[in-house]
């Protein structure tokens, strides 16, 4: 195992994507680099990958939206001559712990999401170009773009072959996006799913696999035109200039992680990490040409990027640190300034990005198996976008006046426009909504005060805090909390935070994350897949797998 | 472990419950005989259960739509002096294997649901009277009513300790229903769901976990009053009488069972089962008067009936069995007869809840982690109702023509108005709008198609059948698919199923089903829970649990 799981990369470090540019279309090349797997122990034959093909993979997404916001269209294709992709490296799941299959598949997830969020949000669409074959998390690579074609010849199939190969579910969504993206009828995606080979040609399109198929002899050129129809749908902005996501600051220690605008304390024997978010240290820029000019150093972009990497650092390379303990540091209204300021700029395409970047980053936070609590404090800034953060935590604590020996003004929470709709859950609905689904009226309440300081007494009483506390309480209740929560049994504390997150209705997100994930994790558990004569293990030994008949 | 677990019983047999009718309004009244358990090995003390329990209580609601039409309220009460419940007995989940634990939760859940189905389709109510302790399942029962009242003194609480006692869910809807039904806000449903001693007095009606909080003193007459106002609201029908659910008539032999109107084959080589369902041996009755005279022995109501034990047969008595394959002999027409006759006296009591019944039993086939396959030959009689189980399969083959030395019409399907509303899935949607999701034009099609004789090509065509084979098909393609299926995992295949068969919405039976289901299965084999120093092995000897505190 490497010491650390880095999600940090940029183009000139890639191993397996090229990126080329050819005007308002990208093409996204996945030629995996079959020797640069993350760990020992496997080869990423075939275009199959691992988490760091898909650390590289979703870094030139989010690149693709700021780097490049002349890019209309995104044509993802393979830079091999006989394979699209083979989907996730088997050896790599039969070698990996119960935890990385999860994480894995988890991150896999919110990349192809990532991709479905940009032709939705920002107009920057997908086409996936399939020559060769497209297994299981091949082709679902391709079901997370718009558009699917595959060429018309004996060798070019989409395939889901997770269940006779390997004895496990598609893990990125297949089954999902299956049925309810491409809406393929159920007997045949049954079918589909039990067909090794895959499906190809007319039955393909006949079947809703994908889009179109197209003979070798005039694929190219079919890719191309049907780029220039997706092009045309776009709203993506003309003769914009992207912004560098230059490298982010931050330090590792034994015990911390410093960014710029973030810190990480890490406290392994009580199994917590404290995230402290710091407010701006600058006024919003003059003018969205400013925001421009200022690029990934703009406070809110520079912040999400450190949350972001924050929290993955957190999944992957601390996974004994059960909760996440969020507090911040700042001005509220510095933060409601740039909330402002964001909202003024809505129709500004950097403005716009980093909205919805933030959107992604607070439902990175949703999914993540590890309890979540705020605590608001004198001195913090949970106003807007930061408060945010809180209503995405599982509880919140709100200190009542100031703490012995703290002259600051008391803790407030303020709310901004963003609270409301710009920051919806997988779900659908705003946290707010989602919190409030019991008692729509709270949340008129809530937005009737928009913009005030509000104490935390007012904060409980509006709904937005768990628990209002006064100083002598303060410290015994946050104790006690955080002691028992690290008491709890980890997998009953992720089944019950993934159901308890998410009231109201779903989505395909929130299918993929809830249903599909949960059976997929069940299934990684058991004997037939995962066990010494299961699936898994045997795949390649030559030996079939020895299965228990047994109907659970 | 008993012989065969037998789902039919009546009030006679009753060991835990007793059934008290005073006009209008029925108590249910929950009195466990902790000596009386359906294995060896525990006591079901303070009123916990096991799936004894709860057969029972699935033939009592049943028992009192179909016996009871006058009832219009049914009042859940305890009939221990300081206990409600203490919800699904923990030695008997420890001593439980996997297999039994989640298809005790299955069915569990499924009794809950008809609950919350006789008080929706039906109007009839229910109300839970909460005196003393409502723990875990307890006050999940008490959560599948409408009307929760809870005494006002210092023994009377509701609690979900699954988590800090048990290290696993609720595990019949709890977290579900706190947060889709009750819409108890998600933060106070966190807190909620770790208070191991629960909740109660005012603090459990501002959080929304119960409807109402009365001193015991007047608690008797406040649920006298509730019982009023909902027996208002109800729309049962006035003055009729019930009929009698007389025992269903069967025999088991070694690899069958034969019933009266359907037969069950068990290939155990094959590991499958053949469930025969046999048309109409008689006309419709006459008149409603003519039906409620038939009663049980009325065609649909006692078909129904069968195939329930059936289903509820093979999945607790053969859980090697994983694939059942469902046949029909008749005539088409019959069957559409008496579709007619139910749809034409659709707003008589009795035709509305074998309707709902079927509605149910085929929501039950739906949720059955079994391989589900309609095979339709000559002679057979998949029209209206019975063809929608054909819909409920994962596939279904239909033979073109006849078969050799068989000179029998060809097979043909039918539609009837049952097919297009009257029994929606769990998911909302009727199974045919579930399957055409992706070409609504196909459901008019289909509809255009109603009553009309359908040989195998036009079904074909019409996207109703997965496959029409020609006789020299027909038996290798058939036997092909039978013997893979059968070599695949049993468990990849669960979890397969429990993906494709719901596309579209979700609703709170899908998430029970989909959602929490799926983490509860995943609990029930880690470590944490399940293992030898787990928290549901060690729960009761004073020692504590030891857990990984890998969040994964």
């Not at 990349?111 to 940009?118: F, G, K, L, P």
């Not at 190969?165 to 995606?189: E, F, N, S």
């Not at 924050?310 to 996440?324: F, S, Y």
Request: charged share 25%; net charge negative.
């Amino acid at each position: 195992m490497a010491a650390r799981i880095d999600f940090q990369t940029d183009p000139s470090r890639y191993r397996h994507w090229k990126l080329v540019f050819e005007g308002e279309v990208a093409r996204l090349v996945m030629d995996v680099d079959e020797n640069a797997g993350l760990f020992e122990g496997y080869q990423l034959k075939l275009n199959s990958y691992d988490l760091g093909v898909d650390i590289e993979l979703a870094d030139a997404v989010q690149r693709l939206r700021f780097e490049h916001p002349e890019v209309k269209v995104v044509i993802l294709q393979s830079g091999k001559e006989r394979v699209f992709s083979a989907g996730a490296n088997i050896r790599m799941l039969a070698g990996s712990s119960h935890a990385h299959k999860v994480n894995f598949c988890k991150f896999t997830n919110e990349t192809r999401n990532a991709m479905e969020d940009a032709s939705a949000a920002s107009g920057q669409k997908y086409l996936c170009a399939v020559r060769g074959t497209a297994a299981g998390g091949g082709y679902e690579l391709a079901l997370a773009t718009d558009y699917i074609l595959l060429a018309d010849d004996a060798n070019s199939t989409v395939a889901l072959p997770e269940l006779p190969l390997l004895a496990v579910l598609p893990g990125t969504g297949g089954l999902t996006r299956v049925t309810d993206k491409r809406k393929v009828r159920r007997d045949l995606a049954d079918a589909f799913c039990t067909i090794e080979e895959g499906v190809k040609g007319a039955r393909a399109v006949k079947w809703r696999l994908v889009d179109q198929v197209v003979p070798n002899s005039r694929f190219e050129q079919a890719v191309k035109d049907a780029a220039a129809r997706l092009a045309a749908a776009s709203d993506r902005p003309a003769g914009a200039k992207g912004i560098a996501l230059v490298p982010i600051e931050r330090t590792f220690a034994a015990d911390a992680v410093t960014y710029s605008r973030l810190k990480v304390e890490i406290d392994r024997t009580a199994r917590r990490a404290t995230i402290t978010l710091l407010g701006p240290d600058m006024p919003p820029p003059a003018s969205a040409e400013a925001m421009v000019e200022q690029g990934a150093r703009f406070w809110p972009l520079r912040l999400a990027r450190e949350l972001d990497d924050a929290i993955l650092h957190l999944r992957l390379n601390e996974p004994d640190v059960g909760l996440l303990v969020f507090k911040s540091q700042g001005e509220p209204a510095a933060v409601l300034a740039f909330d402002a300021f964001l909202d003024a700029n809505g129709s500004h395409w950097l403005a716009r990005e980093i909205v919805h970047y933030w959107k992604r980053t607070l439902k990175r936070i949703d999914v993540t198996s590890r309890s979540l609590v705020a605590l608001i404090e004198p001195g913090s800034c949970f106003a807007g976008t930061i408060a945010e953060i809180a209503f995405a935590c599982d509880r919140s604590f709100m200190l009542i006046g100031g703490s012995a020996g703290d002259n600051r003004l008391p803790a407030t929470l303020a709310l901004s426009t963003c609270n409301f709709g710009a920051y919806p859950m997988g779900n659908g609905l705003t946290r707010l909504a989602t919190r409030f689904l019991g008692e729509p009226a709270s949340i008129d309440a809530a937005r009737a005060a928009l913009g005030r300081p509000l104490e935390a007494e007012d904060c409980e009483r509006l709904g937005l805090v768990t628990s209002a506390l006064e100083g002598i309480d303060w410290d015994d209740e946050v104790r006690i909390f955080l002691e028992e929560r690290a008491s709890f049994s980890a997998d009953g504390l992720t089944g019950m935070e993934a159901n308890l997150r998410f009231a109201g209705p779903e989505t395909m997100e929130t299918k993929i994350f809830g249903r599909l994930t949960a059976w997929q994790n069940w299934i990684f558990q058991r004997p037939n897949a995962a066990g010494a004569e299961g699936a898994l293990k045997r795949y390649g030994t030559g030996v079939k797998a020895n299965f228990n008949p047994e109907r659970i």
